[in-house]
């Protein structure tokens, strides 16, 4: 999150928290410009001593942007966006205050310590590794949540932060968290919407960047906005023209914040995949964020 321009995680509702989901698979090949970064035997066989056990339910393999080497394309694309940079496991360590009016911006998805994401990502951290640095910070983050104010924080909590991400259990809170609140609900929604993997992209991105709530730039509010123009393919209709008018109400969103004027992570990333009929996000992708170029072979 170092780039000026970029959009910082927000959340307007509070979530409760279920037991921790799994962290992303791994393992995509990629380039960057600028530099940034056995089959399973088969089932036995009943047998006269072995009756045929009644088949159990398999679960339903990941089909759209939970794909692992999707899932790993879009924090690529993310990272893009936030940092310049496509190397985002470097991020589990970063935070700044970048006078956003939410106080610490940090972490790999800009967790915040006025919007209440980085609280919940410390209370899960803490009751998995109770006594970790960070926990002491806890009713600090209690008190400043939903203002920028660093009271209590100060001065050694970025540095605290620092060391808590060299601890393993640490980042797994980070993904888990960055799953619950941005992931999976955006992937959940766009394969309710019957919108393939780069409309699940453009989901995330947008909960990533305006977070979930009633306001007019929500996430919820955005769909909402696309629904009024055009119809989902869960509806009937046409996917890329749908995906065109919920990218129309994301970059009127993004222009109601001075932060987020820079629309170039849809303009020049986003609608780049869209013209090209690429609603699979099947690499190798090329697009531009702020005028960085970025590839994935």
């Known amino acids: 999150m170092h780039n000026p321009h970029l959009g910082t995680a927000r959340r307007t509702t509070r979530l409760t928290r279920p037991v921790g989901i799994a962290a992303v698979a791994l393992g995509l090949a990629l380039t960057a410009i600028p530099v940034a970064a056995h089959a399973g035997d088969a089932p036995a066989q009943p047998s006269a001593d072995r009756p045929a056990q009644a088949a159990q339910p398999l679960k339903a393999a990941a089909s759209g942007l939970d794909d692992p080497a999707k899932k790993e394309i879009a924090m690529q694309l993310v990272s893009s966006a936030e940092n310049s940079s496509l190397d985002w496991k470097s991020q589990y360590k970063y935070i700044e205050d970048i006078d956003d009016d939410r106080g610490y911006t940090a972490g790999i998805i800009g967790f915040c310590s006025g919007t209440g994401d980085m609280l919940d990502l410390v209370e899960l951290y803490t009751q998995r590794v ?84 009633s306001d007019s730039t929500s996430f919820s509010s955005i769909r909402k906005r696309a629904l009024s123009k055009a119809k989902p393919p869960s509806q009937g209709g046409n996917e890329t023209t749908y995906l065109n008018a919920f990218l129309d109400a994301r970059v009127w969103a993004m222009q109601q914040e001075e932060a987020h004027s820079d629309t170039s992570r849809v303009d020049t990333a986003q609608r780049v ?20 170029s970025f590839h994935i072979g």
């Open 130 to 213: 109770p006594g970790n640095v960070l926990a002491k910070y806890l009713p600090a983050l209690r008190k400043v949540d939903g203002t920028p104010s660093h009271s209590g924080l100060d001065p050694n909590f970025t540095k605290d932060w620092v060391k808590a991400a060299s601890d393993s259990a640490f980042k797994q809170a980070q993904n888990d968290e960055r799953d619950r609140v941005y992931f999976n609900p955006a992937v959940k929604q766009g394969k309710a919407d019957g919108i393939g993997t780069l409309g699940q992209f453009t989901y995330y991105d947008a909960i990533v960047m305006h977070g979930d709530g």
């Open 273 to 292: 995949f869209l013209k090209k009929g690429n609603v699979n996000l099947d690499p190798p992708l090329d697009w531009k964020v702020y005028g960085d």
